[in-house]
């Protein structure tokens, strides 16, 4: 029989999540804002927490009903049969998001939840499960609209884009799943040149090269699911197998980075080397308005910097045209990307955007900016115009 889950992801890229699932085994897919519904088997489940690049979590959906006041809440999370899926030893965590929901309060649904959680633990065997909100065994998501609740068992622990390496970050870092949806509305494809000219911690780079070597962005990590009494381990082998067997070797790959910033680069090297990637990127110290591009058309991609302390905007100011100028001068023939929170940006870089996507980093609403270069033009190719 088929289960209900849900998929939050990073907003703007819920489209791209929502053919990512179907690939994936999903079936009944809705893209809705903040996330993807759908159906499917476990086995649907563990594929997509082991191989989705772009989701945040799965949420398996255990409960449904409506409701008027906390009491109702309290008696649908006590009539679902917690035990069946773990035991009183494991820890819980309850975390709670509403939407027009005309209760006052979150912390007293949560501690609600937790009473009904804790209560039907009692009932069943005489024991409660201890709440542990740093690392818990099990975290039970709990959604209201204006009159229903929906209550969800998360499969996959810490959130997914916490790929299991990255020893080395920077400040503002570029959530991995994010990145990896940036990639894939730029539309590049492996074999295809790529350069991050402002790499920081080297998020894109390495994103390009897990997709291009086709590893499954999960192999290096534990999931929740793992621990539940119902988990199929064997099923879970055979996934974890048959992502192994698709895993290509460590290979040079048309896929550079540089920063101006040599601790960045530093930082960069240090993460893709604790990813088994180092030798299939290639890493410079070199300033993005001197740079030139490594072949004759590509991607480029970046994040660039936005000003958040005194000062900073105007540096901005002054750096923003003359990154216009060496897109313009150097990268003609390439389709260059900067997505930014900055709306200062568009209007100072001097160039045409042929396409704007909104984008969330977070609570931070930002833009995909697509540039396409022309070769042997000091100007970008005309496009029709874009909706901001």
Same mark, same amino acid.
């Given at each position: 029989?088929?289960?209900?889950?849900?998929?939050?992801?990073?907003?703007?890229?819920?489209? +791209?999540?929502?053919?990512?699932? *179907?690939?994936?085994?999903?079936?009944?897919?809705?893209?809705?804002?903040?996330?993807?519904?759908?159906?499917?088997?476990?086995?649907?489940?563990? /594929?997509?927490?082991?191989?989705?690049?772009?989701?945040?979590?799965?949420?398996?959906?255990?409960?449904?009903?409506?409701?008027?006041?906390?009491? @109702?809440?309290?008696?649908?999370?006590?009539?679902?049969?917690?035990?069946?899926?773990?035991?009183?030893? @494991?820890?819980?965590?309850?975390?709670?998001?509403?939407?027009?929901?005309?209760?006052?309060? #979150?912390?007293?649904?949560?501690?609600?939840? =937790?009473?009904?959680?804790?209560?039907?633990?009692?009932?069943?065997?005489?024991?409660?499960?201890?709440?542990?909100?740093?690392?818990? +065994?099990?975290?039970?998501?709990?959604?209201?609209?204006?009159?229903?609740?929906? #209550?969800?068992?998360?499969?996959?622990?810490?959130?997914?884009?916490?790929?299991?390496?990255?020893?080395?970050?920077? *400040?503002?870092?570029?959530? &991995?799943?994010?990145?990896?949806?940036?990639?894939?509305?730029?539309?590049?494809?492996?074999?295809?040149?790529?350069?991050?000219?402002?790499?920081?911690?080297?998020?894109?780079?390495?994103?390009?090269?897990?997709?291009?070597?086709?590893?499954?962005?999960?192999?290096? /990590?534990?999931?929740?699911? *793992?621990?539940?009494?119902?988990?199929?381990?064997?099923?879970?082998?055979?996934?974890?197998?048959?992502?192994?067997?698709?895993?290509?070797?460590?290979?040079?790959?048309?896929?550079?980075?540089?920063?101006?910033?040599?601790?960045?680069? /530093?930082?960069? /090297?240090?993460?893709?080397?604790?990813?088994?990637?180092? @030798?299939?990127?290639?890493?410079?110290?070199?300033?993005?308005? &001197?740079?030139?591009?490594?072949?004759?058309?590509?991607?480029?991609?970046?994040?660039?910097?936005?000003?958040?302390?005194?000062?900073?905007? &105007?540096?901005?100011?002054?750096?923003?045209?003359?990154?216009?100028?060496?897109?313009?001068?150097?990268?003609?023939?390439?389709?260059?990307?900067?997505?930014?929170?900055?709306?200062?940006? %568009? =209007?100072?870089?001097?160039?045409?955007?042929?396409?704007?996507?909104?984008?969330?980093?977070?609570?931070? &609403?930002?833009?995909?900016?697509?540039?396409?270069?022309?070769?042997?033009?000091?100007?970008?190719?005309?496009?029709? %115009?874009?909706?901001?």
């Amino acid at each position: 029989m088929a289960e209900h889950f849900f998929s939050p992801c990073p907003r703007g890229l819920e489209t +791209a999540l929502a053919a990512e699932l *179907e690939g994936l085994g999903a079936r009944q897919v809705q893209a809705v804002p903040g996330g993807v519904g759908w159906q499917g088997d476990w086995t649907a489940c563990q /594929r997509a927490n082991l191989e989705s690049r772009i989701a945040t979590r799965v949420l398996w959906r255990v409960g449904q009903g409506r409701y008027r006041a906390e009491v @109702d809440i309290y008696k649908l999370a006590y009539s679902v049969t917690w035990a069946k899926w773990f035991t009183a030893d @494991d820890t819980i965590r309850i975390h709670v998001t509403a939407q027009k929901s005309p209760l006052k309060s #979150l912390e007293f649904i949560t501690l609600r939840v =937790k009473d009904a959680v804790c209560d039907h633990f009692r009932t069943v065997s005489g024991r409660r499960p201890s709440v542990d909100t740093a690392n818990p +065994a099990v975290r039970i998501h709990v959604f209201l609209t204006a009159d229903t609740v929906t #209550l969800y068992v998360d499969t996959s622990g810490e959130a997914l884009y916490k790929r299991g390496y990255k020893p080395a970050a920077v *400040e503002a870092p570029l959530k &991995e799943n994010l990145a990896a949806g940036i990639l894939r509305l730029s539309g590049w494809q492996p074999g295809e040149a790529l350069v991050d000219p402002m790499c920081g911690s080297g998020t894109f780079l390495i994103e390009a090269a897990l997709m291009a070597l086709d590893v499954a962005p999960g192999l290096g /990590r534990k999931f929740a699911f *793992e621990r539940f009494r119902h988990h199929d381990r064997s099923a879970w082998t055979a996934v974890r197998a048959a992502a192994e067997r698709r895993r290509q070797a460590p290979r040079v790959l048309p896929v550079f980075g540089s920063d101006i910033v040599g601790e960045w680069v /530093r930082r960069s /090297r240090l993460n893709l080397e604790a990813a088994g990637l180092a @030798d299939c990127v290639r890493l410079d110290r070199a300033d993005v308005l &001197e740079r030139t591009p490594p072949a004759a058309e590509g991607v480029m991609v970046a994040n660039p910097p936005y000003g958040v302390r005194i000062g900073e905007a &105007e540096e901005l100011a002054a750096f923003y045209p003359r990154l216009g100028d060496a897109l313009k001068r150097n990268w003609g023939g390439w389709r260059c990307y900067l997505f930014t929170a900055d709306i200062q940006l %568009p =209007k100072l870089i001097g160039l045409k955007a042929s396409r704007r996507t909104p984008l969330f980093n977070g609570a931070l &609403e930002c833009r995909l900016y697509e540039y396409r270069m022309v070769a042997g033009s000091n100007r970008s190719r005309d496009a029709a %115009p874009a909706s901001s």
